[in-house]
Each structure stands twice: as C-alpha cells, then as structure tokens.
C-alpha cells in the first residue's frame, strides 16, 4: 500500500523541504520507491534544492486538469519529485484543494511505496489541503517551548480531520540549554518523536549548492540521522555501517548518488 506522508509546520524556515527531499532519498537508499511532491505552489523550492533544472511539467499543469497526475513525476539523481512551477503566471487559476483527489489518483496500482508531500507553513490553504491528501504527518519544528502552541494546534486540526498518525520530528538540535530534549517534547506535544535531526551548517551549504545534504556528505550526523528516522518510518531495523562497510560501499560505488531511476 502506499503511504501518503505530509510534512508540515507552525513557522516556516524549521527544514520541512530539506526534510522531505533527504528523507525520500533515505528511504530511497531502504530500497523504498518515493515520489516528493512540492505543495507549497505560492513559495516552491523543491526543484531548487534537488538541482533540477530540466522539468517540463509541474503540479501547477496538474491542478489545472493540463496532465494526469501519474505522468507529471520527473528524475533528479534517482529521486522522482513532482516540482511546483516557479512562474508567477501559474500560480491563478489553480485548485489547491484538489490535491487530495490528484495524489489519490497518484495512488493508483502502488507504484509509489511513499508519496512526501512537502508542505507551505502555517495552517492556510495549502497547508490544509496537504493534511487533507495525506494519512499520516510529519511535523517538523525546531526544539523551542514556544512551538508548543504550533504542535497542538496542527494536532488538534489533523485529529479534527481524522487524523491519528502525527509524528513530531526535531530539526536543527543544538544541545543548547534552554532546548526540549526529545523526551520533554514527546510529554509536552503530547505526541510521538519520530527522530531528531542536529543543527549543522554544512546543510545550508547543501541548500546553497542544490545538493541534498544525503548526497553531498552522506557520512554526516544529519545524514545519519535521516536513514535512522527513514528506517523508523518504513519499519526496518537500521545498523549504523561499521567503518569497514563504509570503505567497502565506497570500493563498491554505493555511496554515490543511485541513477537507477524508475524504469
Ligand atoms: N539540520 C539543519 N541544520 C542546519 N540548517 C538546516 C537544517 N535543516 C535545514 N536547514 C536550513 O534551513 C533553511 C530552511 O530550510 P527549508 O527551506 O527546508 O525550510 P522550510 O520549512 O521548507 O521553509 P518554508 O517554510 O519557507 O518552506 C535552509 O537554508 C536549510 O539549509
Ligand atoms: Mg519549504
């Protein structure tokens, strides 16, 4: 069956399109097949932050009824996402609303196992429409108490909606004191940690380049912690790779960026 996930937040800028773009290529790495879907149409980023430049058909055309949905999936690095179109002009004349019918369709003959659908912050219409389309979410937040009010109040939404998979995940951990650790927030929102993500530069770097931060230091603690929250989320047990296994995937070429595609 696939499994629709909406990754979503109270403020924006916490990483739900870092998160979305890296978590499908662990998952992808898990041997998972997963299509990332931009549906923050107003602010899109994903085709950005993938480095893809060469995309012909976008959300947007599917909204407008232009494209069926199952055809508009496009390959960047062996990662298929659907991009929101960049053009001003596109942004009239959309059905947002729609989407839950679009990814529905999407659903169809499961050639997906995950669909991520990465969301604009906040609780608008787009936002709406994503908790609409999705059965299970991912709130993304930074540690901070005051994001507390955030969380319940997507949790309350979501459960209004008939939600009851709401996961909670910690982005850009410092291990400052006044942070909530995991198990603080796990009490206060009232709801489960799927996993925690550390603060480090080099993902704004990676951000800068248009290489997701999986690809471009695939050994690093926030990378890391991608595939252990992947493996959560897909039920698989995930061993670290001991220091031999990591010269042998290098002698093997699988730490590079899988080009299989979807074929
Ligand atoms: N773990 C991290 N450590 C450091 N920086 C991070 C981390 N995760 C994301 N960032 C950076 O935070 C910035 C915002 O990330 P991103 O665009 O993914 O947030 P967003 O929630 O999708 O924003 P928006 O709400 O505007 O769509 C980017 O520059 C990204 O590189
Ligand atoms: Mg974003």
Redesign the pocket.
Known sequence: MTRVIGVV?G?????????SINIGIALRKLGKKVVVVDC?VS?P?LAY?LGAENYSVTLNDVFRDEVDVRFSPTEAGGVMFIPSSEDLNDILNIDIASLRSHITKLCDGEIFDFIIL?S??GLGLEAISVLQACDEIIF?TKPIIPTLIDVTRCAELASRIGHKNFHVTL??IRNKKYELKALQAKGLFRTRILGG?????T??D???LGIPIMWYRPESK?SESYMKIAAKLAGINYKKPSALEKIANKLKGQDKVDFSGFS
Do not use: L, Q
């Open positions: 937040s403020k924006g800028g916490v990483g739900k399109t870092t998160f923050n602010t980023h932050y990465d604009a912050p993304v982005n850009m993500i550390p603060f480090d530069e993902v704004m990676s951000t800068a926030v």
